[in-house]
């Protein structure tokens, strides 16, 4: 389904994001037969250059970085005569009077903000006084937002200042994953699931969002930051979200929201002995993260690893463990929700005990798996052996249906359409960095360094024993 005409302003459409993410997306959902035609995409950014060399440089983006078409769709060359350029800078006023002479007031206008977060409150303060932004416009912003809860509460005031929380579209391109929305379709589309979602019956959460790469060379911003600014505070929360909410009363913007807001105030603060934090080594061919960083003296963390608690009536008793981490074994995310055991076994010792385990797989491949137990098939007597009741969506809506959008290309539609549902209120980043800050800033006063691990394992093994001492374990990373 087209969506409405739009003018889409991407600041930072140069960028590495830009050309990684933004562009190809756009591009797919033009081939998808969603921009109208009289939709336009312009590029504003600080490089000099024109519209017929900026549409060179989208080619070139989308040769490279469109998996699916590799820039092969019959459509590029009418698609980037969908796009023009203007030289602008956020601090001055070179090519300001150029933009607004070319976004038009008749059609949605968005503005993607993909620059660092010092610039959003300029561009912000030019959009209105060149007179392009009226009560109806929309601005995207990107992570991070904010390094904690002081600064994100001050981007989030120089947004205010010019734009109505039902403008602002926060990014957090976790929620635009298929999968992620599933979840919420799995919970709250069925009977089967929700009367067990609870500490009656689920005896732990498993949320692990494993990398096998390391900062390579977004190491000095990463210095900066580390896992629990840069994954864990915004990505991993907003999935222990929407595993831990209650069913909002609809599916609009306000009422998820609330909801998501009503978890992150009912985690209990972290204890110490609860997070582990890791940093990891080198190999003969690899760099240590230190000397990735260029950093020799670096604590920040690359690892991390916690125990938390919501606690509320439903998930009383129930933890949620998650870890996060670069130089993994494999590059894999998942959400496990651990089914407790049956009260009682009818069946021999011997026949093995086994738990419905309900995992959410995010990478590499999007799907859905439900562990149930059944006889192990022969005349071997009774033994139980799990079989995963695969909701593998490429089989069962075949290929084409199955071909999702990547998180960006539907996150950026739904901006056009005016739909914040999968993004992330004011309120709700400030209430996560209320959670997180009091964690780092006990780290960064000790100034006590990470543990090591190498490259290619699991993590240190202080993250195996903060489930171990549980008597429970991590799921593998495979
Ligand atoms: P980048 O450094 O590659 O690009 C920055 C862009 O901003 C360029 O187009 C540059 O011309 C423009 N710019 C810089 N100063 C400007 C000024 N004064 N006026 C106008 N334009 C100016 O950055 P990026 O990696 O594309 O990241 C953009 C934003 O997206 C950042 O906020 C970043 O944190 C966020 N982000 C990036 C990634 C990623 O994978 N690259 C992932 C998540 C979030």
Same mark, same amino acid.
């Given at each position: 389904i087209p969506v409405d005409p739009f003018d889409l302003v991407i600041f930072g459409g140069t960028g590495d994001l830009a050309r990684r993410k933004i562009l190809p997306g756009l591009f797919r959902r033009f081939c998808a037969g969603q921009m109208e035609e009289d939709s336009r995409i312009i590029g504003a950014a600080r490089s000099d250059m024109d519209s017929e060399e900026y549409r060179h440089f989208v080619r070139e983006a989308i040769t490279e970085f469109d998996p699916k078409t590799k820039g092969e769709c019959a459509h590029l060359d009418e698609f980037l005569t969908r796009l023009h350029y203007v030289t602008i800078d956020a601090l001055g006023e070179t090519g300001w009077a150029e933009l607004a002479e070319l976004t038009r007031s008749d059609k949605v206008r968005a503005f993607y903000f993909s620059v660092a977060p010092r610039l959003f409150g300029p561009l912000a303060e030019r959009l209105h006084l060149h007179g392009m932004a009226d009560g109806e416009s929309r601005i995207v912003v990107e992570k991070p937002f904010g390094r904690d809860l002081e600064s994100a509460r001050a981007l989030n005031k120089v947004l205010a200042e010019h734009f109505e929380e039902n403008q602002i579209y926060r990014i957090d391109h976790y929620l635009g994953k298929e999968t992620v929305q599933n979840l919420m379709a799995i919970r709250f589309g069925n009977m089967l699931f929700e009367p067990l979602w609870n500490s009656q019956y689920v005896d732990h959460i498993q949320i692990t969002v494993a990398e /096998? &790469? #390391? &900062?390579? #060379?977004?190491g000095g911003y990463y210095d900066r930051a580390g896992a629990m600014r840069d994954m864990m505070q915004n990505h991993m929360m907003q999935l222990l979200c929407l595993i831990a909410m209650e069913p909002p009363a609809k599916f609009n913007p306000d009422a998820v929201r609330d909801e998501k807001l009503k978890v992150i105030r009912a985690l209990d603060p972290v204890r110490e002995e609860d997070i582990v934090r890791g940093q990891y080594e080198g190999t003969e061919d690899l760099l240590g993260y230190r000397r990735e960083a260029e950093n020799p003296e670096s604590t920040t963390e690359s690892f991390v690893a916690l125990k938390a608690h919501v606690s509320n009536w439903r998930w009383a008793n129930t933890p949620f463990y998650l870890r996060t981490g670069k130089r993994l074994r494999e590059r894999a995310s998942e959400i496990a929700i651990v089914f407790k055991d %049956?009260?009682? /076994?009818?069946? $021999?010792? $011997? %026949?093995g005990r086994h738990r419905n385990i309900l995992t959410i797989k995010l990478q590499p491949n999007e799907g859905i798996e439900l562990g149930v137990t059944i006889k192990e098939p022969g005349? #071997? #007597?009774m033994r139980l052996i799990d079989v995963p009741l695969d909701m593998s969506f490429a089989e069962a809506l075949g290929p084409e249906e199955a071909d999702f959008p990547d998180a960006y290309e539907r996150l950026i539609m739904d901006v056009i359409r005016g739909n914040q549902t999968l993004f992330m209120r004011g309120d709700e980043v400030e209430e996560a960095w209320a959670w997180t800050d009091p964690i780092i800033a006990q780290w960064e006063d000790d100034a006590v360094p990470p543990i090591r691990y190498a490259t290619g394992s699991s993590g240190p093994d202080d993250a195996l024993m903060l489930m171990h001492r549980d008597g429970r374990r991590w799921r593998e990373i495979k």
């Open positions: /096998s &790469v #390391g &900062v390579g #060379g977004r %049956a009260p009682h /076994s009818i069946f $021999d010792e $011997d %026949a005349p #071997g #007597g």
